[in-house]
């Protein structure tokens, strides 16, 4: 779920843990290295099969080692490698918490066993086509990942906010999206593949990355590019990974997961996922004005939406929220205030009111700031909690799938020598 990646994401898990001076600029430290950063955007050379990057080895050949569960790498540890099992450990540690970027680097491993691990597996295996900076901090990567079966090479983007201790990112979880909203740049060309768990994982990898040395992740939100709980199979155990003591340790409660409204995936997600917070991209009170921003509602109905959402609630416990875009003169009128303060009356809600950043070819506007204020305010005299997200990465083209549409356009004009 995107188009709110260009926000700033809110959550109730508190602030996160101390971490160092943001550092919109100049050089990022990067696994104990530097990158040089020009102005607001950074373009690395185009994919070749193998090499180094400053940003770790990439081997699209290989598979990655994230690609491959906890067990099957004690089982490789153990039974491939002959080495003890706590070797994993180790090796987990190297990635997740001492940032390596290749396994050369794990200096504490026996060199036969890192030569082993570097013949026959690569951490990462997508390439950085492009690194944004805004100046509020923002930091955007639109990351290639290598042809898979019968898709070619996918293109999604990662991003990176940051707000007072927070260090948010906005994970994709598919190749496009199939979800279809009209005001979405992810949506415009469908979906073409679902990631793999190591993407998910490079992701946050990769962002952890471009952080100085002292800050960590402290959040995740999956509202990236796709529609993860169309992609529960990857999604869950990359946020186990994510969560875990050996991963980033990022706490579930720190972890929110963004639907459209997929009603049997949510009750699925309450079987086996439920640690993590729920957010409901709603957009709409109605069926009537969601059909026409949010394509999929047709077959789902703001009442299932409605009704699954109070399944979850009644297992988990947890206040419900819903994102909701606001579009200047199409979601954001008195009368789409008052229905949604009808539909939500008497629910422990939370609303995060997210003002639409405009994407470029869109027909669609940022609402007024008194549009966001009358909205806001008829929620709230309601008794609905509302909160209204900052726009963040304004100058970077932050609203999700933007960058990589901007990007693949000037390639075909360079293509076609224009
Ligand atoms: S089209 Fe997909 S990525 Fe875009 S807002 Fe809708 S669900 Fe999210």
New binding site residues.
Partial sequence: ???ESGSSPADESGGGPPLGRPDGTGLIASAGRSLPVLSNAVEVAAPSRTRQTELGVVDPRKPSWLSISAAEQERWVTEVAGQPKFRRKQIEKWIFQQRATSFADMTDLPLALRERLAAEFSIFTGQVVRHQISKDGTEKLLLEFPPMGRHGAGRIECVLIREKLRRTICVSSQVG?G???VF?A??LDGVDRSLQVNEILEQMLRITGVLPAEERLSHIVMMG???PLANLANVLPALEVASSDFGLGISPRRITIST?GLTKSIDRLLEVGKRYQLAI?LHAPTNSLRNQI?PTNEKIGVEGIMEAAARFKRETGRRLTFEYVLLGGINDTLEAAEDLADLLAGQDALVNIIPYNPVAGLPYATPSNHAIARFRKVLEDRGVVVKCRQRKGDDIDAA??QLRRMVAKSSVEIANGS
């Fill in positions: 779920m995107s188009a999206c979800m279809g909203c979405c992810s949506g590019m796709g529609e459209v991209s949010v999700c799938g």
